[in-house]
Structure formats: C-alpha cells, structure tokens
Nanobody, 118 residues
C-alpha cells in the first residue's frame, strides 16, 4: 500500500484546510484509513479514522465537531476537512492504513505540514 498525503499549508486561526491522501498499490478487502499528527516536541497522536466502506468514523475529542474525515472510493482518496483551525492544530499530518485484521496502522504516508498562525 502506498499513501501520498497532500494539502498542508499555512492558514490563519479559524480558517480551513482540506488534506488529501491518495491510496495506491495493494489494498485489502476491509481496512481503516486514519489521520494522525505530530507537533514539534510532542508524540504522534490520533486525529480521525474511517472504514473504507465509509462507515464508522471516529475522532479525537480535540477535533470533534471541527474536522471531518471522508473518502472517495472512485478516486481512492481519503480527505480530512479541517475547519475552525486553532494554533494547537499545527503539526505534520500523516495518513495511515490499517487492515481490519490488524491492531495497528501498518502503512504510512509521508507527512504534510499544517501551520496555523494566530
């Protein structure tokens, strides 16, 4: 599985960005796609996940109500719509894939940097 994240950039606080993650290569009959982020000096943290079927979305409390994860199966792409961005949302964002039979995210894309100015 190859994952290519894009869409990061500089945005003012309370602004919006949409991240994309293109999925290619081998896939699985059932799998989850997730977004994670890592700010400087902090551990990587979970942001959101979705089953490839489009069901069962799940969000970290810190982003619930502001971020929306979705997927376009025709384009093999997962999105993270980020609204009402806060300075504390600034981080490198990573997309990842977890087959349904796995307990961990095994496949990772390169990160895309999100900078939020106050």
């Amino acid at each position: 599985v190859q994952l290519q994240a894009s869409g990061g950039g500089l945005v003012q606080a309370w602004g919006s960005l949409r991240l994309s993650c293109a999925v290619s290569g081998r896939t699985f009959s059932s799998y989850f796609m997730g977004w994670f982020r890592q700010a400087p000096g902090k551990d990587r943290e979970f942001v959101a996940q979705i089953m490839w079927s489009g069901r069962n979305t799940y969000y970290a409390d810190s982003v619930k109500g502001r971020f929306t994860i979705s997927r376009d199966s025709a384009k093999n792409t997962v999105y993270l719509q980020m609204n009402s961005l806060k300075p504390e949302d600034a981080a490198v964002y990573y997309c990842a894939c977890r087959p349904n039979f796995s307990r961990e995210y095994n496949y990772w894309g390169q990160g895309t940097l999100v900078t939020v100015s106050s």
